[in-house]
C-alpha cells in the first residue's frame, strides 16, 4: 500500500544544499505530492505541494520529473535548525469519498557543521 | 495567535481507564484532525471533523470516539485504554480539505502534541 519511497537518512553541510529525493511511481494524474517536516519532539511543519510544475516558496523548492514519478525536496542553504525528519506525502482517493494519507517513515536529515 | 494547543501535554493511564484529550485552534479553521505516531513511522488519521457537528473516520478509528461541539475545539476520547495506543498523539487544523478530505488542498497547521502511555 506504500505510495511514497524515501531513503531512511541522510546527511548535509551546513550551508549546503539539501537535496531530498522521493519516488511516487503510483501518483495518479491529479494527485499533488507534499512535503511536510517534523522538527524533534514538534508537531509536522508544511513546507510546500506541487502537482507538475517546479515549486519555489521562502523555504524550499520542490522539483517534479515530467512523468511525475518522482520529485525532489531542495533547502538551498541548509541550516542547523533543519535537522528534521522530512515527509513526502500522497493522498490516495478512498472509495467511500475523501482521501487516505500515508506518510511513511520519511527521511531523517543530519545538517552538520 | 496561540495557534492549535493540546491538553495535555503527557498522561499515564492504566489499562482499562478512560480520558479525553482537547485539542483547540484560534484561527477560525473548518477542519481539525486527530493522528497518532508511533515509534518510527509517520502519522496516522484517526478521526476528522469537516466543520461543527460533524465528525468522520480516519485509517484507524478503532478505540476512539471524538466530537467538535464547537468549531474551536476537537475532542478525541479513549474509553477504556489499552496498552496498543500508547502513543504520540497529533491535533492538526485546516481552513478546508487538508491532507484528509476536499477537492482542494490547504496546510495543515499542527499542535505540540500529547504524549500518552497505557500501562
Known amino acids: 500500500d506504500a505510495k511514497t519511497t524515501q531513503p531512511p537518512s541522510m546527511d548535509c553541510a551546513e550551508g549546503r544544499a539539501a537535496n531530498l529525493p522521493c519516488n511516487h511511481s503510483?501518483?495518479?494524474?491529479?494527485?499533488?505530492v507534499y512535503w511536510y517536516r517534523q522538527i524533534h519532539s514538534q508537531g509536522p511543519q508544511y513546507i510546500i505541494h506541487?502537482?507538475?510544475n517546479n515549486e519555489t516558496n521562502e523555504m524550499a523548492s520542490l522539483i517534479i520529473t515530467e512523468d511525475r514519478k518522482s520529485s525532489t525536496l531542495i533547502l538551498p542553504h541548509a541550516t542547523l535548525r533543519d535537522t528534521a525528519v522530512y515527509y513526502c506525502?500522497?493522498?490516495?482517493?478512498?472509495?467511500?469519498?475523501?482521501?487516505?494519507?500515508?506518510f511513511g517513515a520519511g527521511t531523517r536529515l543530519f545538517v552538520k557543521a | 495567535n496561540a495557534g492549535v494547543t493540546q491538553t495535555p501535554k503527557f498522561r499515564v493511564l492504566k489499562t482499562g481507564q478512560s480520558m479525553t484529550l482537547l485539542c483547540a485552534q484560534d484561527m477560525n479553521h473548518e477542519y481539525m484532525y486527530w493522528y497518532r505516531q508511533d515509534p518510527g513511522m509517520g502519522l496516522r488519521l484517526i478521526h476528522y471533523?469537516?466543520?461543527?457537528?460533524?465528525?468522520a473516520k480516519g485509517e484507524v478509528p478503532d478505540g476512539y470516539n471524538v466530537s467538535r461541539l464547537k468549531k474551536q475545539n476537537f475532542l478525541l476520547g479513549l474509553e477504556s485504554a489499552a496498552p496498543s495506543q500508547t502513543s504520540v498523539y497529533f491535533c492538526?487544523?485546516?481552513?478546508?480539505?487538508?491532507?484528509?478530505?476536499?477537492?482542494?488542498?490547504?496546510?495543515?497547521?499542527f499542535g505540540p502534541g500529547t504524549r500518552l502511555t497505557v500501562l
Open positions: 503510483t501518483i495518479s494524474g491529479n494527485e499533488y
Open positions: 506541487g502537482l507538475k
Open positions: 492538526a487544523s485546516s481552513t478546508s480539505g487538508g491532507l484528509a478530505g476536499g477537492s482542494s488542498y490547504n496546510e495543515q497547521f
Open positions: 506525502i500522497v493522498r490516495v482517493p478512498k472509495n467511500t469519498g475523501g482521501f487516505k494519507t500515508i
Open positions: 471533523s469537516v466543520g461543527e457537528g460533524t465528525t
